[in-house]
């Protein structure tokens, strides 16, 4: 009987059957993307953004490797719930959720939104200066087939 139950367990460690094997990796469902625009001379970014929900259901907004904006003291990543700001002034009329600091002003890296947040129900992603209150970037949101 002993045998028996040891290599029951052997055969699920190896995945041989006695256990489930491990469930299949989730891929990502797209939920929208964008691409930052300059807002105006002295302050510009470029690159893409997408927002996806990623394994286990959460949503995170993901700067691709071709993302830039100039350094800046204080730089967030903010979701916009309305039209897309293309100065300071429009973006303070607007209901926002800041995902924090930028980890980097250049290349790839992800933010996590916070639980029970819908991504579908913001329009834009702007760099904003949180020191100065400046817009430094904005993309609008696209969402597929829209």
Sequence with gaps: MRSLTLTALCMG???L??????????????VSNGSFQDIGPRYQGTGTVN??????????????????VPPGPD????????????????VLVQEYL????????????SYELPSGVIGQDYDAVIIWCEDFGVLFSAAAL???GG
């Design 98 to 109: 800041s995902l924090g600091p930028l980890q980097s002003f250049t290349g790839l890296q």
């Design 17 to 30: 059957g006695g256990f489930p094997p491990p469930a299949a990796a989730q891929p990502l469902e797209f």
């Design 142 to 144: 696209v969402q597929p």
């Design 51 to 68: 927002m996806v929900v990623a394994q286990g259901g959460i949503v995170e907004l993901q700067f691709q490797d071709d993302f830039a």
């Design 13 to 15: 460690l190896l995945g």
């Design 75 to 90: 730089l967030e990543g903010w979701l916009i719930d309305g039209t897309t700001p293309t100065s300071s002034g429009d």
